[in-house]
């Protein structure tokens, strides 16, 4: 089985502190491909401290700085651009995986979030993304065709032996289908008062028989998603990070712990109010190599160690395709080691 090279490129960068270096502006390297770029001791000293480094590190981590740069450089000589729109998309796409991965729906400002607790700012996810796609585009464009002839899946008989080697890992964790009617926190405490009085009313409403949940999801609930199918949000699981750090321990270990087909109580969570409902709840468990990793997808235990090791296979090819085109540029850049440990 052959496939187009499609995944993000992976650049592994070395763990490590550092606490030693100098933050000021003298160069600590030079390199100079199509033009003259200056590697300053403070931009070594702060990649040092965000990767968690030591001292003895220095050096390594200066090299892979270089070899960032003088790939980038590469890449604008030879026609590699990336406009503010693409990586606009690119940012879009994240968090549509993001969505994709919690079975939920996120504001901006969740995702902003999540961003922020992971790379600083979202100025530095933007770049981040904006030098992945460079990276990436150049190294296909340079060896697409090398790279693209080659068959990356394993053979049944290697997929086996991972999970047989791996089984315990491969966990279900507690999981719920659940339904919800839903009113969301404006920050305004007035309106929110009144936003959580109509839901009491409401949940009451509907325990005493006087309100169908399906009438109070039309009725009242302001996600327009769920709203056209009932109220259902689909699978919950205990180990959701993205809902639980979007929404709150205490919401998601509320849901799953509601008996099926009860009404819950209003739940608050960090975004709104939620009356729930659950339809299945599945016990934690370990998978066998062709169970269904999600309970509503086809998608089992096997397909996924195939995918996983063909991506493992295709990205230690792209990483020897990689080192060799940094090799062919630093041949080709006049570079300057000023650093001395």
Sequence with gaps: ????????LVLVLLTCTLF??????????????????????????????????????ASQVLDIMINDEVFLQGA????????????????????ANMEQQAGQGLTDA??????????????????????????????????????????YAPTQSQVE???????????????????????????????DAQKLATMQDVSSRIKAGTLTFEAAVNLYTEDTESKSNGGVMGWLSSDNSVVRNAWGDEFVDSVLALPIGQVSDVIESNVG????????????????????????????????????LTQYNMQAAMADALNSMVDELRSEARIRVLYTE
Excluded: W
């Excluded at 604008?76 to 968090?95: C, F, H, M, P, W």
């Design 1 to 8: 089985m052959k496939k187009l090279i499609s995944t993000c």
């Design 20 to 57: 030693a270096i100098p933050r000021n502006n003298n160069a600590a390297a030079t390199v100079n491909l199509i033009r003259n770029e200056v590697i300053t001791y403070a931009e070594l000293a702060d990649q040092m401290a965000a990767q968690g480094a030591t001292d003895g590190q």
């Design 76 to 95: 604008e000589r030879d026609g590699i651009t990336v406009s503010d729109t693409q990586v606009d998309a690119l940012y879009n796409q994240q968090k």
């Design 110 to 151: 969740q995702f902003e979030q999540v961003v922020v607790q992971s790379y600083g700012t979202v100025d530095a996810f933007r770049e981040m993304l904006k030098n992945q796609y460079i990276m990436q585009t150049y190294l296909l464009q340079e060896k697409g065709d090398e790279l693209n002839s080659r068959d």
């Design 161 to 191: 032996t991972f999970y047989r080697r791996n089984t315990t890992n491969f966990t279900q964790a507690e999981n719920v289908m659940f339904a919800q009617v839903y009113m969301a926190k404006t920050g305004d405490a007035d309106v």
């Design 273 to 308: 109010y939620h009356i729930v409902r659950n339809s299945v709840h599945n016990d934690a468990r370990i998978l066998g190599i062709d169970d269904r990793i999600q309970p509503d997808q086809a998608y089992t235990v096997r397909d996924y160690i195939t995918d996983m």
